[in-house]
Nanobody, 122 residues
Framework: QVQLVESGGGLVQAGGSLRLSCAAS????????MGWFRQAPGKEREFVAA????????IYADSVKGRFTISRDTAKNTMYLQMNSLKPEDTAVYYC???????????????WGQGTQVTVSS
């Protein structure tokens, strides 16, 4: 079992920045690839970004590429999502996930945090 807790969400104006954190406990954090997903009201949950177990590889959704940066700190068992140049369409509940990174793709497993709300005002 892996337990995940997100933090860092809030209200920000368009063009602003936020940094989300995902603290992991339970099984060895470094064994898992990690990912961020988001779900806006009335929409399905969508992939945002993922990072390999050793942090050496990352992938991003086209909608956030160049604006968001995913990272991880194994010593702290924590993953981050630095979000810059935020847009109103980034408004959503953001969830972290523990999964598998294979041949350049991320595969989520059923380890989810409770989510953190990000609201971007225009």
């Amino acid at each position: 079992q892996v337990q995940l807790v997100e933090s860092g969400g809030g209200l920000v104006q368009a063009g602003g920045s936020l940094r989300l954190s995902c603290a992991a406990s339970g099984r060895t954090f470094s064994n898992y690839a990690m990912g961020w997903f988001r779900q806006a009201p009335g929409k399905e949950r969508e992939f945002v970004a993922a990072i390999s177990p050793n942090g050496g590889s990352t992938i991003y959704a086209d909608s956030v590429k160049g604006r968001f940066t995913i990272s991880r700190d194994t010593a702290k068992n924590t993953m981050y999502l630095q979000m810059n140049s935020l847009k109103p369409e980034d408004t959503a509940v953001y969830y972290c996930n523990a999964g598998v990174y294979y041949t350049g793709s991320y595969y989520s497993q059923n380890y989810w945090g409770q989510g953190t709300q990000v609201t971007v005002s225009s």
